[in-house]
Nanobody
Framework: QVQLAESGGGLVQAGGSLRLSCARSGSIFGITATGWYRQAPGKQRELVATITVGGSTNYADSAKGRFSISRDNAKNTVYLQMDSLKSEDTAVYYC??????????WGQGTQVTVSS
């Protein structure tokens, strides 16, 4: 059974940093990209960053220059390094895996709270 386990969230002051991890267990056929999304209270879930199997990355405008997505294939883990955090980054962050069959997998989320 496939599981995506996020970790690394927490409470941090504005200007601080956090590194989120998404560890995958189980096999997924045809992964095309892994990414991070977030959902703030009362808002829709939005893309933060993605990384394809080829290593190409894509970032939301709000994340450019502050966040960095990377992966360790040997550990089946994708990371999101978040620097210069702002209060508007407060949200639940979810790991997402997309596949060639258009099936998607989601983690349960990790809370990030940035205090101003």
């Amino acid at each position: 059974q496939v599981q995506l386990a996020e970790s690394g969230g927490g409470l941090v002051q504005a200007g601080g940093s956090l590194r989120l991890s998404c560890a995958r267990s189980g096999s997924i056929f045809g992964i095309t990209a892994t990414g991070w999304y977030r959902q703030a209270p009362g808002k829709q879930r939005e893309l933060v960053a993605t990384i394809t199997v080829g290593g190409s990355t894509n970032y939301a405008d709000s994340a450019k220059g502050r966040f960095s997505i990377s992966r360790d294939n040997a550990k089946n883990t994708v990371y999101l390094q978040m620097d210069s955090l702002k209060s508007e980054d407060t949200a639940v962050y979810y790991c997402n895996v997309k596949t060639v069959t258009y099936r998607e997998y989601w983690g349960q989320g990790t809370q990030v709270t940035v205090s101003s």
